[in-house]
């Protein structure tokens, strides 16, 4: 792992000349040139650019980062090894907690030929309030040849009066597998903060090998003039799951398809979801839900499957520490 130094300004001692005499002082500090108003921070010191890029590469029976460079806020920890299929399990961690205004964190992530991958969160992606600039998170996946890619990171909780921005594009080489899962709240729902956030905007481009490309693309403002956020605002939590492999038959996605949809059945009233064929070779499905643990348990339900007919794997059981 390499790590950024940060280099401080260093202090130089002025040459005193007769031709520059030596000034009194006052004992006063100079006031400084910005003058921030009473009770109130500024703003445009706030905000921290954070990279992480991970590199995966499968020299033998076990997926390994082979390359790998982070600055704060993001911290890497050495993958864990669920099982023996050598997948390299990783946590992405933000200590600061979340992001606030001005944040830009990316993450550039590459998989090698039969790499396998599994990635999530210890916890949920907080985006706090802000006076007026945005949170933004930039990630960018290349999915090697044959390789495996499982994104599962935490839902988003985007709080009262925050700004938060996400783009999201995977590249995918001919026979690799890309399972990802993205989710949102409304909100801080216990504070009673559905909807109140300024603004989300969210994109995910899935582009395969063929150059055939699946794109989700929403911006939510609650404050327009319609006052609503369409389907979704009596709901608690929106979410996407794209399962995406250019190798498999077509009648592999039929079978699926139709175990998925039983699933989403399960609790009616709780969760509203469906399944549908995107323009890449794939499932995508959309879920509406409730409560937290109704979310949770269409994640698990729903991954099982997929796992089974597509990776020919049991379902993993997740460490959060």
Same mark, same amino acid.
């Given at each position: 792992?390499?790590?950024?130094?940060?280099?401080?300004?260093?202090? *130089?001692?002025?040459?005193?000349?007769?031709?520059?005499?030596?000034?009194?002082?006052?004992?006063?500090?100079?006031?400084?040139?910005?003058?921030?108003?009473?009770?109130?921070?500024? *703003?445009?010191?706030?905000?921290?650019?954070?990279?992480?890029?991970?590199?995966?590469?499968?020299?033998?029976?076990?997926?390994?980062?082979?390359?790998?460079?982070?600055?704060?806020?993001?911290?890497?920890?050495?993958?864990?090894?669920?099982?023996? @299929?050598?997948?390299?399990?990783?946590?992405?961690?933000?200590?600061?907690?979340?992001?606030?205004?001005?944040?830009?964190?990316?993450?550039?992530?590459?998989?090698?030929?039969?790499?396998?991958?599994?990635?999530?969160?210890?916890?949920?992606?907080?985006?706090?309030?802000?006076?007026?600039? =945005?949170?933004?998170?930039?990630?960018?996946?290349?999915?090697?040849?044959?390789?495996?890619?499982?994104?599962?990171?935490?839902?988003?909780?985007?709080?009262?009066?925050?700004?938060?921005?996400?783009?999201?594009?995977?590249?995918?080489?001919?026979?690799? @597998?890309?399972?990802?899962?993205?989710?949102?709240?409304?909100?801080?729902?216990?504070?009673?903060?559905?909807?109140?956030?300024?603004?989300?905007?969210?994109?995910?481009?899935?582009?395969?090998?063929?150059?055939?490309?699946?794109?989700?693309?929403?911006?939510?403002?609650?404050?327009?003039?319609?006052?609503?956020?369409?389907?979704?605002?009596?709901?608690?939590?929106?979410?996407?799951?794209?399962? =995406?492999?250019?190798?498999?038959?077509?009648?592999?996605?039929?079978?699926?398809?139709?175990?998925?949809?039983?699933?989403?059945?399960?609790?009616?009233?709780?969760?509203?979801?469906?399944?549908?064929?995107?323009?890449?070779?794939?499932?995508?499905?959309?879920?509406?839900?409730?409560?937290?643990?109704?979310?949770?348990?269409?994640?698990?339900?729903?991954?099982?499957?997929?796992?089974?007919?597509?990776?020919?794997?049991?379902?993993?059981?997740?460490?959060?520490?």
């Amino acid at each position: 792992m390499t790590l950024p130094i940060r280099e401080g300004k260093r202090k *130089t001692a002025s040459r005193k000349t007769a031709a520059s005499p030596e000034k009194k002082s006052s004992g006063r500090r100079k006031p400084s040139r910005k003058r921030n108003t009473p009770g109130r921070f500024a *703003t445009e010191l706030v905000g921290r650019v954070g990279e992480l890029r991970l590199k995966y590469a499968k020299p033998d029976h076990r997926t390994i980062i082979d390359h790998s460079y982070v600055t704060t806020p993001w911290k890497l920890f050495p993958p864990i090894y669920l099982d023996d @299929t050598g997948a390299a399990y990783t946590l992405l961690v933000n200590p600061s907690g979340g992001l606030v205004g001005g944040d830009y964190l990316s993450i550039d992530m590459s998989l090698e030929k039969n790499a396998h991958v599994l990635i999530s969160a210890p916890s949920a992606n907080r985006v706090y309030r802000t006076e007026g600039k =945005v949170s933004d998170q930039y990630i960018t996946i290349t999915v090697g040849p044959d390789a495996v890619l499982e994104w599962f990171p935490e839902h988003t909780i985007p709080f009262a009066g925050s700004r938060f921005r996400q783009i999201l594009h995977a590249t995918l080489a001919p026979g690799a @597998t890309l399972l990802l899962w993205d989710a949102v709240a409304s909100g801080r729902i216990a504070r009673e903060e559905r909807w109140a956030f300024t603004d989300l905007e969210n994109e995910i481009r899935i582009t395969t090998a063929s150059g055939r490309s699946l794109l989700e693309r929403y911006v939510i403002n609650p404050a327009t003039d319609l006052g609503r956020v369409g389907l979704a605002e009596e709901w608690n939590y929106v979410a996407s799951f794209y399962v =995406v492999n250019d190798a498999l038959a077509p009648e592999v996605w039929t079978r699926l398809e139709s175990k998925l949809v039983p699933i989403l059945d399960e609790r009616p009233g709780q969760v509203l979801g469906g399944v549908s064929t995107p323009n890449v070779p794939g499932l995508a499905i959309k879920l509406l839900a409730r409560r937290a643990p109704d979310l949770t348990y269409m994640l698990d339900a729903l991954w099982a499957v997929i796992r089974k007919e597509v990776l020919n794997l049991p379902p993993v059981s997740l460490r959060k520490y």
